[in-house]
DNA sequence: CCGTCAAGTGTTAACGTTAACTTGTATAGG
DNA sequence: CCTATACAAGTTAACGTTAACACTTGACGG
């Protein structure tokens, strides 16, 4: 079923059901409604592929997943694939994804799917600092807007979350709580969020005249093992820190499990934040205190700055987000005297 | 770019570039070389609108979620998309990606782009039981796989785990552990799988002659908060209840929940099982042990129907797969004589 | 009463491929 | 030596759409 068939049955030209279907130029309101009768009764819908050569532009945008999935939680992709998704649709554009990745194994695809002209424009969501992505961009030539990823790139955008202020209310709500000694159990530096979640840390400890210590600070690899055994070590070497500040919450419920087996108990004895708001931190015993990225939204809007890129034939533009913090019950309000 | 531009360079014809590129008909090595050589200087890729075109095919294979993320744990998506996008992209195959709701919204898109042509065959992933997807699938004439949901239409496949069989292998292993008096926490009879892990309970129970006790059976939605209301009941109204097996992993939470409240202890008091093996299984404590599916693998399987359906032009086939019991210390093997 | 313009419709060519057919040449078999 | 055939190319048309231009009709102003 093509244009020329719905023209026979409605005994037009095959440019005025063109016409009729894209609104364009003169048609009168007879022949619409018979053009749209013939159309509906044989619910014909143009070709793609047609349109896409013609016109040069396909209306689907790419979205590269451009992380190992088994290296991070599992529920960050999710809700930002179906932000993109829900607005990338709303706006007449297909979505093509591809993972750069799989398992440890290179992907074959990305690549030569992207450079055959089938994207209108790419979404790249990453988790690496910095990485190869620089020079796997500029071989593409079509806008980019990354996702979680914060590299000033000329004439490509991105859509981040501001984690150091993320980290920083983190630590800030510790402290007005009465905390003054935080331990930090950090992330893979392989990780750009890593940094950030420091340099927060940082910045909040400096701005209420707390001393950074060194030895508060475990590098901890976003892992739930290794956190466990390091704020084992802390509360052991350590005894004068009341609260940690996790950053991920893997590395919270690690620290949760050597307050357990201490037999000490969370908030009591120590108060814990995480970062990621991963679903089951509400469900834990005490609830976790916890820092939310909005990642629908992430999405949402990375896809409205590439289609506003796509057809204005602008540059993408930068956006910075802002988390919040979500309070549950894994702080516990220092006394003064305390 | 194009075929033409290519030939121009190489003083060939445009049909000898596109034999060059397909590997079709005769060349002479010097010839291909060289338009080889000129392919790759100006890395030359074919226009995919063309091809799909002028094949009414578009290497483009649909994958449409059909369920609302929110009511469903969130690291269920990611390898089964992972594993797909994986298989298609090896098989020279796009993937489409599409989601049906999000966040209780319809979506625009899915029909109309699955009707343009724009894929060649399409993957379903769902969770509700039926639902609407009957007639929905009619309307498609392309091939269709379903995933994770079981239903007989002739022409489509699917690939399901047998989750009547995952449920019956964990109250086995409860029953082998000694248990006799084994509670079970039900999902929403809404999604498919509850009726199946039910059914696996059931089927255990009778396998071993322990009578079926509507009363150990509470129904709690697949819900943590529900699960630790029932639990804590369950609990006070039948004390002899030494195990529960969960439908979910959330809901072996809730219990885990209630019976830290009661002072108990898992496994000492309760053992329990739950079902998905999400990720925080192995970090809460103790580390429950659960019923895993293989997610990736069905993932890549139903990637590898629908490429078989879609090359063969044959209906594409049905797959059964068996998930497994991953053991961790959240069931305690109760003494002969207790 | 003629030119101009708007409304409504049609014709043709192009987008970048591939299928099908055609052409030319070297080689082998009779 | 002629012809059949394998090899190595080239030419043309088609896929389904849209852009650009062309044509017809009627109305209206000068």
């Not at 040069?56 to 790419?62: D, E, F, L």
């Not at 991963?278 to 990375?302: D, N």
């Not at 913090?325 to 005297?337: D, F, H, I, P, Y």
């Amino acid at each position: 079923m093509t244009l020329k068939d719905i023209a026979r049955l409605a005994e037009v030209s095959h440019m005025t059901v063109s016409r009729v279907i894209n609104g364009t130029g003169y048609v009168s309101p007879e022949t619409r409604e018979r053009v749209l009768r013939v159309i509906e009764e044989n619910n014909f819908v143009p070709s793609a592929s047609a349109r896409a050569l013609i016109s040069g532009r396909t209306n689907v945008i790419g979205m590269l997943v451009m992380y190992d999935l088994s290296q991070f939680p599992h529920d960050f992709l999710p809700p930002i694939l179906e932000g993109m998704s829900f607005v990338l649709n709303q706006n007449g554009y297909g979505t093509a994804l591809f993972f750069d990745q799989v398992n440890g194994k290179k992907n074959v695809a990305p690549e030569s799917m992207l450079a055959k002209g089938q994207v209108d424009g790419l979404l790249i969501v990453s988790v690496e600092r910095d990485s190869a992505i620089r020079k796997r961009i500029q071989r593409l030539n079509v806008p980019i807007v990354l996702v979680n990823q914060r590299i000033d790139i000329p004439g490509v955008g991105y859509v981040v979350t501001d984690d150091c202020n993320g980290a920083y209310c983190a630590v800030e709500h510790l402290i007005q709580n009465g905390h003054r000694n935080i331990g930090f159990l950090q992330g893979t530096p392989r990780f750009s969020t890593s940094m950030e979640r420091q340099c927060g840390y940082e910045k909040a400890l400096s701005r209420y005249g707390l001393p950074l210590r060194p030895e508060y600070c475990r590098v901890a690899n976003f892992d739930n093992e290794t956190s466990y055994e390091q704020t084992k070590l802390l509360l052991a070497q350590r005894p004068e820190i009341t609260a940690i500040f996790a950053a991920n919450d893997a590395m919270a419920l690690g620290a949760y499990r050597a307050v357990n087996e201490l037999g000490l108990s969370i908030p009591r004895d120590l108060s814990v934040i995480g970062y990621d708001n991963q679903e089951y931190c509400q469900f834990i015993q005490p609830p976790l205190t916890t820092v939310r990225k909005h990642r629908r939204s992430m999405g949402e809007h990375a896809a409205r700055l590439i289609v506003d890129a796509v057809e204005n034939r602008a540059d993408p533009q930068k956006l910075v987000m802002q988390p919040d913090l979500v309070l549950r019950q894994s702080v516990r309000r220092l006394e003064e005297g305390a």
